[in-house]
């Protein structure tokens, strides 16, 4: 039985609806997603990870009876099962009316190594796979015909602790498939689809599971199958764990896994687009069933497939995480490349960054490239950087200018990130379909009608919510190490909601520079603790297992969250998820970004801030460079930029630059403006440039207008860029 009918089988008839709702990660965003299924029952929605087939399965039948007869949510819950119905079936949609060549039996196939939908589903580290799942929302808003290729780590990315001294500890926890909202893929006789992949010299048996995203079909490969070798099995247990071998046996599931899994479900993708590098062995598997079908050899197929192909880069270095020696290549595919009907050479030099060199390690970037009609970088810097980081591919230009890579820039899916007070606000004053506008300018410029005392006072309520989950989550982390009563009891105090709030929140990643602003302890500590205008920091992110550096940074901050003048001031909420950056964006007053410069490819949390209202202070960079605006003053009018102020290439001298920087616009301007209060106690000038920060930043930098500038520009580029606005469906 489909697990659907099985939920529902167990749910009361007139809580049917909830069971196609548990299965539908549309639901998340929903207006009404925070009480919907918290409401059943608040502790084990908590518990389970804020998975509602968990939580479905879970509670008792005498608590679903009692809902079951609640009248306002089951009114609430037919409302709600309408509008999924509706968007469901919407024929009429933006991709409809612009893209009509794509269909749902040609769709776009999105490839990406971590998908970052929902905190319910652990699969993803950060960034690139949060912007992964925010693409596919988007489409499916927009009725892009799309499906996602993934894999299932059965254990997911690492979770982080720190230990009594600061230091990060990894563990891992077993994500429950069968009770996650998953689909066993199934043929028509009930038995689970399975693909076979030669791995190592063995048949891998691989199995397909389905996530539903809104109208877009998120396709997860899993190979921890019963009949696999026990090593096998562990193929999909860890994101970006193992070493060489299994990255590169990892990124062979996925990318020709991904293709036979396609091929097995009858799905001919019109467009493949290679959400970074990871993916790209997918082509080489194209071209194979290429030239079987039609006796043709690589360099004849060649030109067909690469029309199909795009791909987006999200690094502006090259990673050596992604390269491959020829040794390793030949390990893995020395039985592959005669089906191409390609000599070793011929085959090693497709991902050689100089034709010809067979001797350079295999590189998945220089592969994608190589064989994708369009690439593209993530922010305009990041395309700059990408053209001249990748010239060597193109001897025919001249110039880097003329390196054939754009930039499509990052954003963010605003009904996921905005926080439901808001969303409410901005309903009330921007109209109601606001959040399928997001391009239209005018509509944002009402943020302006929206009182200063309503906008603040929600914030208010925002920032207090942030503080309380940071106080428990710091408690729990206090009593998990066992620590002293005292230190427990501390937490009471632990940061104040009427103080000025800055938010970090990253990979601990040293370029990041989580720790630029205690380069000089004791200014820091001035600044924080100025008696009339304090300031308060939280602190979130993980380090990558293997980055001992990063996690120096981390516990360098846990030496400062007890010392004595700061540890009512700074808190690090461990093991950052979607959920703790969820809140973290609603409710912080200042959102900081220190990366060293052109490092930063876009960077996304920072227009997640924006939607809610938050105010950016940052290095120019990313997609920072691009939104940050300045005032005939010189003074920023939608937030800060720390500007290079030293002309070298020192680090050290231009990290302590920075760090000076930082704290001046700390002192002389942050703290001045948000605790200048009128005689009602509102700081005027900053709700301004709240108001500004929202204005300028969500309709830019949305998902919406991504994805759009996607089909159009890159999947399509012969459909004339359209008049009509990019319309989201409700
Ligand atoms: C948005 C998000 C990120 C990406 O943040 P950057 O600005 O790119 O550093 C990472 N992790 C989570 C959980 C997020 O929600």
């Not at 009593?479 to 909601?497: H, T």
Request: glycine share 8%; with cysteine; aromatic share 10%.
């Amino acid at each position: 039985m489909n697990p659907i009918t099985q939920l529902k089988t167990k749910l009361p008839a007139p809580l049917q609806r909830l069971g196609d709702l548990a299965y539908n990660y549309w639901w998340s965003w929903t207006a009404d997603h925070l009480s919907l299924f918290s409401t059943i029952d608040p502790t084990i929605w908590q518990a389970c990870r804020h998975n509602p087939v968990a939580l479905l399965e879970s509670v008792s039948y005498e608590r679903l009876s009692q809902i079951a007869e609640n009248p306002e949510y089951l009114k609430r819950l037919k409302t709600l099962a309408r509008q999924f119905d509706s968007y469901m079936t919407e024929r009429d949609t933006w991709a409809s009316r612009v893209a009509p060549q794509l269909s749902h039996e040609k769709p776009v196939a999105y490839f990406c190594v971590e998908f970052g939908l929902h905190e319910s589903l652990p699969i993803y580290a950060g960034g690139l796979g949060v912007l992964a799942g925010d693409h596919l929302k988007s489409a499916s808003d927009l009725g892009v015909p799309m499906v996602g290729v993934g894999l299932l780590y059965r254990q997911g990315y690492f979770r982080q602790r720190l230990n009594r001294s600061g230091w990060q500890e990894d563990y891992y926890d077993d994500n429950d498939f069968e009770h996650m909202p998953l689909e066993l893929v199934r043929d028509e006789f009930g038995q689970p689809v399975t693909i076979k992949v030669r791995i190592r010299q063995r048949t891998v048996r691989i199995q397909v599971w389905k996530v539903r995203v809104g109208r877009v079909e998120l396709y997860l490969l899993d190979a921890d199958r019963s009949d696999n070798d026990p090593i096998d099995r562990r193929l999909t247990g860890h994101l970006y764990g193992g070493n060489r071998e299994t990255r590169i046996a990892q990124k062979l599931l996925l990318g020709v896994g991904g293709v036979c899994m396609l091929e097995a479900l009858e799905i001919e993708p019109s467009i493949y687009h290679l959400n970074e590098g990871h993916a790209a062995f997918a082509l080489l598997e194209v071209a194979r069933y290429e030239t079987e079908r039609t006796g043709e050899n690589f360099f004849e197929v060649e030109p067909r497939l690469r029309k199909q192909v795009i791909y987006t880069s999200h690094t502006p270095v090259p990673t050596g995480f992604q390269t491959f020696s020829a040794d390793m290549m030949d390990s893995f595919f020395a039985d592959y490349w005669p089906k191409l009907g390609l000599s070793r050479e011929e085959f090693l030099s497709l991902g050689a960054r100089r034709l010809g060199d067979p001797w350079e390690p295999f590189s998945m970037e220089v592969l994608a490239l190589r064989l994708s009609r369009a690439a593209n970088g993530v922010s305009r810097r990041h395309g700059e950087v990408s053209r001249e980081m990748w010239h060597i591919l193109y001897p025919e230009c001249e110039t880097a200018e003329q390196v054939p890579i754009s930039h499509i820039t990052n954003g963010v899916h605003a009904r996921t990130w905005t926080a439901p007070l808001l969303n409410d606000l901005y309903g009330e004053y921007l109209g109601q379909s606001w959040a399928r506008e997001m391009g239209n300018t005018e509509i944002w410029t009402r943020i302006n009608d929206i009182p200063d005392e309503d906008l603040w006072q929600r914030h208010c309520i925002l920032k207090e919510r942030l503080i309380a989950h940071t106080r428990a989550r710091v408690r729990q982390a206090r009593l998990g190490r066992g620590e002293a009563a005292d230190d427990i009891a501390a937490v009471e105090r632990l940061l104040d909601p009427d103080t000025l709030t800055i938010g970090f929140a990253r990979r601990f990643s040293p370029y990041k520079r989580g720790g630029l602003l205690f380069r000089d302890l004791h200014r820091a500590i001035r600044i924080l603790s100025n008696r009339r205008r304090p300031i308060q920091l939280i602190f979130a992110g993980k380090a990558h297992p293997a980055d001992d550096e990063g996690k120096r940074i981390i516990q360098r901050l846990m030496e400062w969250c007890r010392h004595p003048s700061l540890r009512d001031r700074i808190a690090f909420i461990e093991d950052y998820d979607i959920y703790t950056a969820k809140l973290m964006v609603h409710g912080v007053d200042v959102w900081l970004s220190t990366p060293r410069r052109s490092l930063e490819a876009s960077g996304t949390s920072g227009q997640k801030v924006c939607l809610n209202g938050g105010i950016n202070c940052g290095v120019l960079d990313g997609w920072w460079a691009e939104a940050y605006q300045e005032g005939p003053n010189g003074r920023g009018l939608n937030g800060w930029a720390i500007r290079k102020e030293a002309d070298t290439r020192e680090q050290e001298i231009q990290d302590q630059s920075d760090a000076e920087t930082l704290y001046e616009l700390l002192e002389e301007q942050m703290a001045p403006l948000f605790y200048q209060r009128d005689r009602h106690g509102l700081p005027r000038g900053w709700i301004t440039l709240m108001k500004a920060s929202i204005r300028m930043g969500a309709p830019c930098f949305n998902t919406d207008r991504m994805v759009a500038e996607y089909v159009t520009r890159l999947y399509f580029p012969e459909i004339a860029i359209p008049n009509e606005p990019v319309l989201a469906s409700a």
